[in-house]
């Protein structure tokens, strides 16, 4: 798997501005770098509440990512439905679900052992 390592701040705060940019939900940051045999360095994982606002969040992840740090992602998947969307920039793993699969993925207690940071959003405070 290829993976960029530079400018990893860069994108965070990108991924963060796209996903408060449609009012993502619970957005959480998970450190990964400290994990033997991990996929990526971190995981950003948020909900929406509808498939809609899941769909304009991914959207906007990208469209923001792209112009302010300049990375397009490696792989998408679930767009089709959007009920859980991963979007994979290699370092930054971007997971956004609808509320309900969520809950019921509960993919923040898998990486329990991984430092994790609630996210929240700067600009409208």
Request: glycine share 8%; aromatic share 8%.
């Amino acid at each position: 798997m290829k993976k960029r390592s530079d400018g990893a701040g860069v994108l965070l705060q990108s991924v963060m501005r796209g996903i408060f940019n449609k009012q993502g939900k619970d957005v959480l940051k998970i450190d990964l770098r400290g994990l033997e045999n991990r996929i990526t360095d971190y995981f950003v994982i948020c909900h929406g509440t509808s498939v809609t606002q899941v769909d304009s969040i991914c959207d906007s992840v990208e469209d923001i990512v792209n112009k302010e740090a300049g990375e397009k992602p490696i792989h998408i998947e679930g767009l089709k439905n959007c009920f859980w969307v991963l979007i994979d920039y290699g370092n930054v793993i971007v997971h956004i679900f609808l509320d309900q699969y969520r809950n019921f993925y509960s993919l923040e207690s898998l990486w329990a052992d991984a430092p994790a940071e609630v996210m929240e959003d700067a600009v409208s405070k």
